[in-house]
């Protein structure tokens, strides 16, 4: 695998990950809701689903992948829900100024992070994008070397388009200043997780 081919696989796995989407925007919401923790740990939820079908394309598993139809169908729809439910919260929360509302606990960032998990095992388009993409980057075989140039590339992506949303989102929480535009701000991410969730499930 030479350069060129890494840096065309890093290019279109960028477009891929930064493009405007139901992670993206859960990401934002749950750092302007919860703080930087809170985005962090769905964004670590979604590049484990992420890894999970690049090791599944790896072992020729991507079909099997594509055509798990009920378990994907339920991970889907689960993960659809929980954000919907988390949106409401948020719409219907009392508002509070970010620097006295209470950090997400272990448990709570768990929950997040196995959300961001659940949404991208239960994506139909994940194993399609790597059967697609895969052949045309390493060619007929996938070697070690290969798949953990593939990971530090996914990572390295997803570091900066993670990062780059939280640093965003986490900056216009620190603009959160009065109760009034607290609860402004939580019904706008509410909506938007709301939006997320039922995105997810119109996703075919």
């Not at 979604?46 to 072992?59: E, P, Q, S, W």
């Not at 919907?84 to 620097?99: F, R």
């Not at 959300?115 to 239960?122: I, M, P, R």
């Not at 991410?189 to 997320?196: K, L």
Request: aromatic fraction near 6%; proline fraction near 4%; charge should be positive.
């Amino acid at each position: 695998m030479d350069l060129a081919t890494i840096i065309a696989f890093a290019g279109a796995f960028f477009v891929f990950a930064a493009s405007p989407g139901p992670d993206n925007m859960t990401i934002v919401a749950r750092t302007i809701s919860s703080g930087a923790a809170s985005g962090i740990a769905y964004g670590a939820g979604t590049v484990v689903g992420i890894l999970i079908f690049l090791m599944l394309a790896a072992f020729g598993l991507s079909i099997i992948a594509a055509k798990m139809a009920i378990v994907m169908t339920v991970l889907r729809y689960g993960g659809a829900a929980y954000l919907i439910w988390m949106g409401i919260k948020l719409w219907t929360a009392v508002p509070v100024v970010p620097e006295l509302q209470p950090v997400s606990g272990r448990r709570g960032l768990l929950t997040i992070f196995a959300t961001g998990v659940a949404l991208n095992l239960g994506n139909p388009k994940m194993p399609l994008f790597y059967v697609a993409l895969l052949p045309n980057v390493v060619g007929a075989s996938l070697t070690s070397a290969h798949l953990g140039i593939l990971i530090a590339v996914i990572l390295a992506v997803e570091i900066v388009v993670i990062g780059g949303h939280v640093l965003l989102a986490g900056r216009a929480r620190s603009l959160l200043r009065t109760p009034r535009i607290v609860r402004r701000v939580n019904r706008a991410a509410g909506g938007v997780m709301i939006g997320a969730g039922v995105a997810v499930v119109a996703t075919r």
